[in-house]
């Protein structure tokens, strides 16, 4: 490997204070940290049905999501959830709570989705969507869902509100 910072061979070792084998340049001794990826999203609600994007690239393609992406640098979770909801679905949201954490250690990724109103009625299919729909709770196509993240999201949201116990924040490690 080489380093991101000037260019010279990196070696795996540990770095003094800490544990883990990290790549650091053999010249200016940068230590290159690999960390997570964060995916922020919505679960996006109108008159009690979710909003799913129905994927129009790969992972995923041809199969339905909620709106979410990759943060960004210089955005908060709730600017980021936002963001990728508006950029896949044309969404303007309220955002209430965070109502999912959804750890993927072996491939670095943790989503952060939010339990969100919608506030337009001219949501779309935008890029990376091939079609946006409002499914009621029994209508969700549970065999044609994308991710994990997404299933465990919509599953406790249903739970939820057959319980009437909204406002709680679900966790996985996966």
Not at 33 to 40: A, Q
Not at 42 to 70: N, Q, Y
Request: aromatic share 10%; glycine share 6%; proline share 5%.
């Amino acid at each position: 490997m080489y380093c991101v910072k000037c260019g010279n061979k990196t070696e795996k070792s540990v770095p003094t204070g800490d544990n883990i084998n990290r790549e650091i340049c053999t010249a200016c001794d940068y230590i290159n940290y690999v960390n997570p990826k964060i995916i922020v999203g919505a679960l996006p609600i109108f008159s009690g049905s979710v909003l799913l994007c129905k994927r129009d690239i790969e992972p995923g393609f041809g199969k339905w999501t909620l709106p979410s992406g990759f943060m960004e640098m210089d955005e908060s979770l709730e600017e980021g959830a936002k963001r990728e909801a508006h950029e896949e679905a044309n969404l303007e949201l309220n955002i209430k709570y965070l109502h999912t954490t959804y750890s993927l250690p072996k491939i670095g990724q943790v989503y952060m989705l939010f339990l969100s109103e919608i506030l337009n009625d001219d949501y779309a299919a935008m890029h990376e969507t091939s079609e946006v729909k409002l499914f009621s709770l029994n209508e969700i196509p549970w065999n044609k869902i994308a991710f994990s993240a997404v299933t465990f999201a919509l599953k406790n949201y249903i739970e939820d509100s057959e319980n009437g116990f909204p406002g709680k924040c679900h966790s996985n490690y996966n």
